[in-house]
């Protein structure tokens, strides 16, 4: 059996190996916590509240990652080495998972395997929230997207705490969570958008909805062949959460295949 340490250190040792600039990377406080927020849906996975690391003004990202078992790090690393960065902020995070993050769904065959509504949902993407309600104590959004043609409308998106958003705010979300708040007119976000809606794979996703609108609704467990929703409201968004986390067989069978990934770099496919 794998113990929590030696697993931390396998992945360390199998990242700096495959990436040169890998112990170098800093994240300031806005990136870790955006990080954070993208950890709270049920594909990503860490050992521990992310935040944690929010309290230094920088860390480095190989003190983070060894908190994270599934690949976010890689994908960051990646996209470090592609734009030539070493300090990442929440912009840098929020570009890296908008577009290669796209990518990352269209090589893990998540459409076929799963639905083209799963590509769509597990996107990070931008909109308006249209709707928000209190549910024991936590806010849930329906999000409104417009990508071309389409009207894309995300129902039961969890808003975490830290986030102080109200109908009519404009943010960014991932799988079932509002990740940040944004302005769509920002020039960042408009490029990031844009090219979201240029992208191949994702009108790929959205050509399967053969209406103007697309309703994805992470309550319903057939699209996602698992309880989106449910997993959210009851995963690290609660106070107790990781006091109660172990390392199950099937998180050790993710590790095992992150490992396998990361040192067959030439097949790796990057995801969270």
């Given at each position: ?143 409104v997207s417009n990508y071309g ?68 609704d992470y309550y319903q467990e ?42 067959d770099n030439n097949k790796v496919?990057?995801?969270?």
């Amino acid at each position: 059996m794998l113990e929590v340490e030696q697993i931390k250190d396998s992945l360390e040792k199998a990242r700096i190996i495959n990436f040169a600039n890998f112990s170098d990377l800093t994240l300031d406080k806005s990136a870790v916590l955006l990080l954070k927020n993208l950890f709270l849906n049920p594909d990503c996975v860490s050992l521990s509240d992310l935040g944690q690391f929010a309290k230094k003004a920088k860390v480095k990202l190989k003190e983070v990652a060894r908190e994270i078992i599934t690949a976010a790090p890689q994908t960051i690393a990646k996209f470090s080495q592609r734009r030539g960065l070493t300090d990442l902020t929440a912009s840098d995070i929020l570009e890296c998972f908008s577009l290669d993050h796209l990518t990352d769904i269209k090589n893990n065959k998540i459409a076929e395997f799963f639905s083209p509504g799963y590509a769509i949902g597990h996107s990070l993407l931008f909109g308006q929230i249209k709707d928000i309600r209190n549910t024991d104590n936590q806010k849930i959004a329906t999000i409104v997207s417009n990508y071309g043609k389409k009207e894309i409308i995300f129902k039961n998106v969890l808003v975490p705490a830290n986030l102080n958003v109200k109908k009519g705010s404009q943010v960014s979300y991932h799988f079932g969570v509002v990740v940040s708040i944004c302005q769509l007119d920002d020039i960042l976000t408009n490029n990031l958008k844009l090219k979201q809606a240029a992208d191949e794979n994702f009108n790929e996703w959205l050509s399967a909805y053969h209406t103007e609108k697309v309703i994805i609704d992470y309550y319903q467990e057939r699209v996602f062949q698992q309880k989106v929703f449910e997993k959210i409201i009851t995963g690290p968004v609660k106070k107790d959460y990781y006091k109660k986390q172990k390392i199950s067989e099937k998180k050790k069978e993710k590790i095992m295949n992150n490992l396998r990934k990361i040192k067959d770099n030439n097949k790796v496919i990057y995801s969270h």
